[in-house]
Every structure is written in structure tokens, then in C-alpha cells.
T-cell receptor, first 119, second 115 residues
Framework: AQSVAQPEDQVNVAEGNPLTVKCTYSVSGNPYLFWYVQYPNRGLQFLLKYITGDNLVKGSYGFEAEFNKSQTSFHLKKPSALVSDSALYFCAVRDTNAGSGAGSYQLTFGKGTKLSVLP | DTGVSQNPRHKITKRGQNVTFRCDPISEHNRLYWYRQTLGQGPEFLTYFQNEAQLEKSRLLSDRFSAERPKGSFSTLEIQRTEQGDSAMYLC?????????????FGPGTRLTVL
């Protein structure tokens, strides 16, 4: 079984300061990891993903995330937060074994972290 | 690329009624997924299609739920004899078949309220 934990329900940060949204995961094989953002009453918008290779992944709107295999973490970061970054952020995991009979194509999501960037 | 579209965006129904939602994936995306999201939770997987074949179903998908994807294009999700516990946002996503790590792109969702 695969799972994702987002230990913080809410993160508050001042505009212009760096932000970090934490995510840890559990998966039987190797992971594909994703970050999505959700604005009120909207669907999920893809930010970035880790597949393989460089542990630091860069995505949309200046966001990046660092994959740490030993700590099973995939924290989302941004050097300078904007008020418009305020939203709900979801981390998701998928097993790389999908399609081989040993894994699933489904994404498993965390409960989400509400990011508030204060002006 | 017009994105994933879902209709209707909102649906209010009375308990016991049947409802049907439609999802139109990004054109040429072979894979289509349905998720359900309740307040304060992340999306939970319901079912997955590759082309017209339904390949995975979650245990969350009770006998009252049925999904189809005729001809491998749009998909419908039907809920029969709705219950108040079915109230949620129903999200559809699609992805292209890639050698590794295809990205699922989500639609705006259909918010169901069962009275």
C-alpha cells in the first residue's frame, strides 16, 4: 500500500520570505512524486513531479521540490513567496511498478496543506 | 489543448435519485481517472480506464457507482440511489501513455450535493 503524509494542515509565511511545504511518502517500490495546487472551488493544477534523476525538481511559478530517498520526503519550496501563492497544496505518490501487476496507476494524495502568504 | 472538462459543474439532488456526470479528457490522452474529494481531504481514487477498458476499481466504488468510457473518449460516472454520504467533489483526470511517470491533468470537478 502507498501513503502520503503532509504533517502541517496550515503554513503561514510573509510575502517575500521562503516557503516550505512538507511531504513524506511510503511506497513499496520506487516512487513517482507529484505536487498539485488547488484554488477554491477549482480542480487540481499540476506543479511539478519527480520521476528519476536529479533530486531537485523545478516546476511552475518558481516552485521546486527536493526528493530525499533516505528520508522518504519530497518537500515543496519557493525562495520568495507571493500573496497569490495562497492556496491548498497536495503531495501525491504513485508506485513505479504500475502496469507490471505489482502496482497501480492511481495517485495517492496527502490531506493537503493550506498555504497562507501574508502581505 | 483545451484541458479536461467536466459537466455539470454543480449538481444538487435528493436522496435516492440517480445522477450522471460527464468527463471529456484532453484529446489523445489514453488514460482517464475518476477521484472523489470530500471537504478537508485529498482526492481519493475511484477508477481508471485505459482507452475503453476499465482496468482498476477502488473498493470505494460501491455497487451503486458505475463508470463507462465508450469508444475510449469521454467518460461518464453514474451514481444510483444517491445517499447523503455521496456529497463530494468528483474529479476527473487524464494522462497520456508515457514510458515513465505520466502526469495526470485534472478537470474543474463536479460538486455533488445530496439533500
Amino acid at each position: 500500500a502507498q501513503s502520503v503524509a503532509q504533517p502541517e494542515d496550515q503554513v503561514n509565511v510573509a510575502e517575500g520570505n521562503p516557503l516550505t511545504v512538507k511531504c513524506t511518502y511510503s511506497v513499496s517500490g520506487n516512487p513517482y512524486l507529484f505536487w498539485y495546487v488547488q484554488y477554491p472551488n477549482r480542480g487540481l493544477q499540476f506543479l511539478l513531479k519527480y520521476i528519476t534523476g536529479d533530486n531537485l525538481v523545478k516546476g511552475s511559478y518558481g516552485f521546486e521540490a527536493e526528493f530525499n530517498k533516505s528520508q522518504t520526503s519530497f518537500h515543496l519550496k519557493k525562495p520568495s513567496a507571493l500573496v497569490s501563492d495562497s492556496a491548498l497544496y497536495f503531495c501525491a505518490v504513485r508506485d513505479t511498478n504500475a502496469g507490471s501487476g505489482a502496482g497501480s496507476y492511481q495517485l495517492t494524495f496527502g490531506k493537503g496543506t493550506k498555504l497562507s502568504v501574508l502581505p | 489543448d483545451t484541458g479536461v472538462s467536466q459537466n455539470p459543474r454543480h449538481k444538487i439532488t435528493k436522496r435516492g435519485q440517480n445522477v450522471t456526470f460527464r468527463c471529456d479528457p484532453i484529446s489523445e490522452h489514453n488514460r482517464l481517472y475518476w477521484y472523489r474529494q470530500t471537504l478537508g481531504q485529498g482526492p481519493e481514487f475511484l477508477t481508471y480506464f485505459q482507452n475503453e477498458a476499465q482496468l482498476e476499481k477502488s473498493r470505494l466504488l460501491s455497487d451503486r457507482f458505475s463508470a463507462e468510457r465508450p469508444k475510449g473518449s469521454f467518460s461518464t460516472l453514474e451514481i444510483q440511489r444517491t445517499e447523503q454520504g455521496d456529497s463530494a467533489m468528483y474529479l476527473c483526470a487524464s494522462s497520456a501513455v508515457l514510458p515513465a511517470g505520466d502526469t495526470q491533468y485534472f478537470g474543474p470537478g463536479t460538486r455533488l450535493t445530496v439533500l
